[in-house]
């Protein structure tokens, strides 16, 4: 089973539980970078290397009035300055086939959002340039259907992927986690990431934006690392109440060294 590695950090559904960590969105350069070190701090001290993500456009936010972030050219320079500065991995999700190439000179990984899993034309650009890309899984779709969209990747010669759990649509504005699907989607050959804090997301909840259910974030992790997974996607925030994106469902910066040393035990004792 291959294993996807990023700078530092290795990506291997068998060996120990890496992390993706950071906010939704780009709200500053000084914003990103604040976060960025306190999370390499935290991260250094346990002595876990991590990708720091963060999205330089939240182009599919519910309401047209949401902010977004910087845009692409500007907010792609940002997250390669704060990258180059704090000397970590950064993944950024893109949204449109031209995005592709531009956004590989400036960050590690690329990320394709759930709701456009199943966009042929930029699963190819993604695969192009090389980079590792990771692949969310729709909230409309099974867990044995992603494999439709790692045959996409597939067929540019990269090799690089890792496929991503967010939940499953469960009716109206509600999200549910399937946990046979880490073991559906292990069996395509590729590490697998569970996205803790997007799977808790009431989707339209507060009408005109996304509410969540932050307390549902960490136990639902345990869960997944039980079933044994290759990493967690985390957004994290310092105030979550103030985040322009995301707020209800992101974990608190603060408690993100305690999860983390509690999801590696999960880890270290599933895969021992």
Known sequence: MPKVTVGKVVFDNNG??????????????AFLRKVGRR?????????IPFVLKCSFDKANRTSLSSYRGPGLEKG??????????????????VHEPAQAELAARYVDVLQVPAFLCRQTDLLLACGRTGKPVNIKKGQFLSPWDIKNAI???????NRRILVTERGTSFGYGN???????F?????????VVYDATHSVQLPGGLGS????????????????????VAGLFLEVHPNPKN????GPNSLFLKDVPGFVRQARAIDALVKR
């Open 175 to 181: 999200l549910i986690v399937d946990m046979r699907s």
């Open 243 to 246: 985040a322009l994106s995301d």
């Open 209 to 228: 934006a996304t509410d969540g259910q932050r307390q549902y974030a960490v136990p639902l992790s345990r869960g997944a690392v039980a079933v044994g």
């Open 76 to 93: 792609l320079e940002i997250l390669g300055r704060v990258g180059a500065e704090l000397k970590v991995p950064v993944l950024t999700d």
């Open 16 to 29: 120990p539980l890496a992390f993706i960590a950071g906010p939704c969105a780009l709200e500053s350069e």
């Open 183 to 191: 073991e559906i989607m292990r069996s395509f050959g590729y590490p």
């Open 151 to 157: 045959r996409k990747v597939e067929s540019t010669g």
């Open 39 to 47: 999370l390499k701090d935290d991260f250094g001290k346990l002595g």
